[in-house]
């Protein structure tokens, strides 16, 4: 299995530079408050693998096949479920607007791109979200932007990890001032 899912990688990205997870990010609280789109304290209720497709919205999907029309590889990427869809119930938002009490996050199914595995179900995490998908760069010509997506989006480069009421504690002095 390991093998098929790296050929599958391997002809993806063949285009593409291929990548392995690099975090550069520095630990520092006050500066992923500030470049993170929104940070909740919430609840794993759910949790299933789907194909990239699901996370785009019809605009997205239109976008896509038409910049790559002709890349084969590119249109069936859309329907690899390599995607984990993580349905969540909010506890309290540190930063963000007009969250509902519950919400969608992505991430990617592999350790190799960055996908936050650690999720399950029942756990409560504190999770850094990006309006973003941290694919952009497999569909880069078809310019998605964030309204293109159906949720947020996290990785293991960001702060997202199980809850601490240390990382509580330094969210709220945060979002005081």
Known sequence: MKNYILLCL?????NQSLFACKCQQIDDIK????????????KV???EFVSFASTVNEKGIQLIQSAY??????????????IIKIKM??????????LSKYITVYTSRLAATCGYLNFDIGQEYQVYLSNDCYFDHVFKKAALKSKNYNGYWTNVCTRTKTFSLEEDKNLKALMAK
């Open 89 to 98: 119930e909010i506890v309290s938002v540190y930063k963000g607007k007009k």
């Open 31 to 42: 500066s992923d408050y500030v470049s993170t789109d929104a940070i909740i304290h919430a």
């Open 69 to 82: 029309h002709s890349e084969k590889e590119k249109i069936d990427f859309l329907e690899k479920d390599w």
């Open 45 to 47: 209720i759910a949790k």
């Open 10 to 14: 391997l002809i993806t990205f063949s």
